[in-house]
Structure formats: structure tokens, C-alpha cells
T-cell receptor, first 108, second 110 residues
Framework: KNEVEQSPQNLTAQEGEFITINCSYS?????LHWLQQHPGGGIVSLFM???GKKKHGRLIATINIQEKHSSLHITASHPRDSAVYIC??????????FGKGTRLSVIA | DVKVTQSSRYLVKRTGEKVFLECVQD?????MFWYRQDPGLGLRLIYF???????EKGDIPEGYSVSREKKERFSLILESASTNQTSMYLC?????????FGSGTRLTVV
């Protein structure tokens, strides 16, 4: 079974800072997902990627298949970005395997 | 937009009660999942279903069962609720482009 590690577990940033959240996994995958969960809320899918880089607004996700590593970047962070960010990976027909999440707090 | 609707946001039940958590999706997805989320443990898969009347155990199926009589509805059943089943329960459905999650049901068993 794939092991998914996220770092850091908790992150506090000042508004405007550039933020990076990391995700590494142990076994080759077909896709990696980045998810966002606001306090008390459901989970929203941010990105699904299998190679390269994707960008949506201030969010950028990259993946290095050879190194089994992905990063989620947030540019010009804002207090509304405060949430838990979760990395999840898919291999073949097996269900998603989730990381434990990174709790981000952005302070004004 | 795909919608995954969970019937209750908050639920309080007594130990020993039979509990039904309902999940409905509106996009004809074949794959549906039930997870529980606990602090420090992340999301853990309870059961999933790849089609009507099909079900597969996830990582923590003990104490739970599921029902998928129609494609759009996937129900999670706690046969006899216990306090260690107090948790956030999340339903999801999957399409080629990714997953859609419900808003979650926070269940407290007293």
C-alpha cells in the first residue's frame, strides 16, 4: 500500500507570503490529487495531476514522478486560504490513499 | 456542477442505535466511497462501491455496512452505534476527472 507523507503538518504564514506544502509517496501512481478542506466544511478538489504542473489562480501544483514528490504552492497568500490541504494518490484500481493533511493558517 | 449531498450535517445518536447515513450524487457516477475523518488520522476508507449492488471493504469496515440499491445513492449503516464511531463521515463519488466530496456528517454517539 502506498504511504503518503505531507509536510509540514502545520503552517502559519503572514498574508502575502509564498507558501509551499509538500507531499511524497512510496509507490508509483496514476494520479495525485490536492484537496482543500475549510473548517467544518466539506472537501473541495483543487487539482488532479499525473505529470508536470497545473495552475489555477494563485494555486500551483507540481509533480515529479521520478522523485515521487509533489508540491502545492500558494502565491500572495490570503486569510481565506486558511484550510487543511490534503494530498491523495491513486495507483491502478486501488482506492485513493490520503496524507494526513497540512493545516494552514494565514494571518492578516 | 456535480453535487454529492449528505442528508445530515450534524447527528447525535445513542449507543446501540442503528444509524443510517445517506449520500446521493446527481451525475450518474459509478464509483462511490465512504470515509471517516479523525484528528491525527486523516481520511480512512470504510467501504466503496463500483456499481449498483456492489460493495467492497475499505481499510476500516468493522462495525459498518453499506447499501447501494440505486446508482445515485450510497448508504452507510452503523448496525449498533458505539462511542468510538463518533467522527466526521464523508461521502465521495468519482468520475474520470476526479472526485467530488459531500459536506460531511459529524456524528456524535453518546
Amino acid at each position: 500500500k502506498n504511504e503518503v507523507e505531507q509536510s509540514p503538518q502545520n503552517l502559519t504564514a503572514q498574508e502575502g507570503e509564498f507558501i509551499t506544502i509538500n507531499c511524497s509517496y512510496s509507490v508509483g501512481i496514476s494520479a495525485l490529487h490536492w484537496l482543500q478542506q475549510h473548517p467544518g466544511g466539506g472537501i473541495v478538489s483543487l487539482f488532479m495531476l499525473s505529470s508536470g504542473k497545473k495552475k489555477h489562480g494563485r494555486l500551483i501544483a507540481t509533480i515529479n514522478i521520478q522523485e515521487k514528490h509533489s508540491s502545492l504552492h500558494i502565491t500572495a497568500s490570503h486569510p481565506r486560504d486558511s484550510a487543511v490541504y490534503i494530498c491523495a494518490v491513486k495507483s491502478g484500481n486501488t482506492p485513493l490513499v490520503f496524507g494526513k493533511g497540512t493545516r494552514l493558517s494565514v494571518i492578516a | 456542477d456535480v453535487k454529492v449531498t449528505q442528508s445530515s450535517r450534524y447527528l447525535v445518536k445513542r449507543t446501540g442505535e442503528k444509524v443510517f447515513l445517506e449520500c446521493v450524487q446527481d451525475m450518474d457516477h459509478e464509483n462511490m466511497f465512504w470515509y471517516r475523518q479523525d484528528p491525527g488520522l486523516g481520511l480512512r476508507l470504510i467501504y466503496f462501491s463500483y456499481d449498483v449492488k456492489m460493495k467492497e471493504k475499505g481499510d476500516i469496515p468493522e462495525g459498518y455496512s453499506v447499501s447501494r440499491e440505486k446508482k445515485e445513492r450510497f448508504s452507510l449503516i452503523l448496525e449498533s452505534a458505539s462511542t468510538n464511531q463518533t467522527s466526521m463521515y464523508l461521502c465521495a463519488s468519482r468520475a474520470i476527472y476526479g472526485y467530488t466530496f459531500g459536506s460531511g456528517t459529524r456524528l456524535t454517539v453518546v
